[in-house]
């Protein structure tokens, strides 16, 4: 057995002794013949705290009460047990589930006799989003990342740039993929950062524009690490590109659409996600920063002279639809949208009425994308911190 293979036995033993510790208690409170109940943080708005001074999101002290005797609450209570049996089996026998994985070897119906006596089927989980919700249920409870319990995601970011990384016993070369891109792998603390010639982090909302971006040469030209998640990001892109701006002191620039969606997006890499709050110590990047595309970017604002004429803004804005309104007045809400800047962006999206996408800068020509607007907004310092 290598060196590493008995550092990574170990790390095993410590999350698998953790969760037997932890869910061990409910099998004392049977003993001693008390109700079995699990206290779990709340994971919610409600119980979601902005820490300004540190610029992140995370979870408050409000806690759940689950009881197994409750009716209500009793499959909810079950499934989270379930998943912590999975999750600590495969730690035990040295495995790599998927959350899909997990998903399928806990979904299985149980036959019950209801108050009737009648005879009544119900199932452990009809959906992963019941699952996916009992590996929180276990996060929280025990303090344990999903990370830590070695459990794998499907893998969504991707990078490129002048840098090598070790990934098991990989070299991998950033700037040596031709046209493709390196999938950000879901357990992004074993990648190890061998070399680097780069400046700064661009982390682009669209993947079709992060494509664009890699051919045209953008992350060679201003010695650039290049990261999309894609949409949405994943825990693994967010955790990345913290390690980048955290271990190399890289700035990170955020770019996406001109959309409520877009800068939650942004949001989430910055502060952290109000449903991942318990993690934002690792996940968010508190000194990112909003590049664009802004609102001030498409019509201007006193002196600063819109990017669009207004023959282009007729042409490639979109009307803003209810949902979005509704997505704007949401993000209103929140402490870490009421800086002075921010309120001044949604509420130019709440007077016009209007959003853009990071495509129609683009349209302008890929070269004014990628070689003055991005380029120009870093040199002016044209953000939003």
């Known amino acids: 057995m290598s060196a590493q293979d008995k550092v990574d036995r170990e790390a095993r033993r410590k999350v698998a002794e953790i969760i037997h510790k932890k869910f061990s208690q ?15 943080p709340m994971r919610t708005f409600k119980n979601t ?8 999101l995370k979870l408050g002290v409000k806690k759940i009460e689950r009881s197994f005797l409750n009716m209500n609450e009793t499959k909810k209570f079950v499934q989270t047990l379930l998943m912590a049996s999975i999750i600590y089996q495969a730690l035990v026998e040295n495995e790599y589930p998927t959350i899909r994985d997990l998903y399928y070897r806990g979904k299985h119906t149980i036959l019950y006799r209801n108050l009737n006596n009648r005879l009544k089927e119900e199932n452990t989980w009809d959906e992963q989003q019941e699952s996916d919700a009992s590996i929180r249920d276990v996060e929280v409870t025990t303090g344990l990342l ?7 995601s499907k893998e969504k970011g991707k990078v490129v740039g002048n840098m090598r990384i070790r990934s098991g016993n990989d070299i991998i070369d950033l700037s040596k993929l031709g046209h493709g891109a390196y999938a ?8 190890d950062f061998v070399d680097y010639d780069a400046e700064m982090v661009l982390v682009v909302e669209k993947d079709a524009v992060f494509q664009q971006l890699h051919r045209a040469g953008f992350w060679q030209k ?10 949405q990001p994943d825990r693994a892109t967010r955790r990345f590109v913290r390690r980048l701006n955290e ?15 877009g800068w939650y997006i942004y ?36 002196s600063k002279k819109p990017y669009l004429s207004e023959e282009e803004r007729r042409n490639f804005i979109i009307k803003a639809k209810d949902v979005d309104i509704k997505r704007a007045k949401e993000l209103i809400k929140y402490d870490w949208f009421k800086s002075k800047l921010w309120k001044r962006e949604i509420d130019m999206f709440m007077s016009k009425k209007a959003k853009l996408e990071i495509e129609a800068m683009a349209s302008k020509g890929l070269k004014f994308l990628a070689f003055q607007y991005i380029p120009e907004k870093i040199e002016k310092q044209d953000w939003i911190d």
């Open 222 to 231: 201003y010695k650039a690490i290049l990261v999309t998640g894609a949409g």
């Open 26 to 40: 409910l099998l004392k409170e049977i003993e001693e013949g008390k109700p079995p109940k699990l206290k779990i």
């Open 49 to 56: 705290e902005f820490d300004a001074e540190r610029g992140i």
């Open 247 to 261: 271990e190399l002191g890289l700035p990170v620039y955020i770019l996406t659409d001109s959309d409520p969606y």
């Open 146 to 152: 999903r990370e830590d319990m070695l459990i794998l």
């Open 267 to 302: 949001s989430v890499f910055k502060f952290g996600s109000i449903q991942l709050s318990y993690e934002s110590e690792r996940l968010a990047t508190p000194k990112a920063k909003f590049l664009g595309v802004s609102m001030t970017d498409i019509f201007g604002y006193k």
């Open 184 to 191: 950000i792998e879901s357990t992004p603390d074993l990648i």
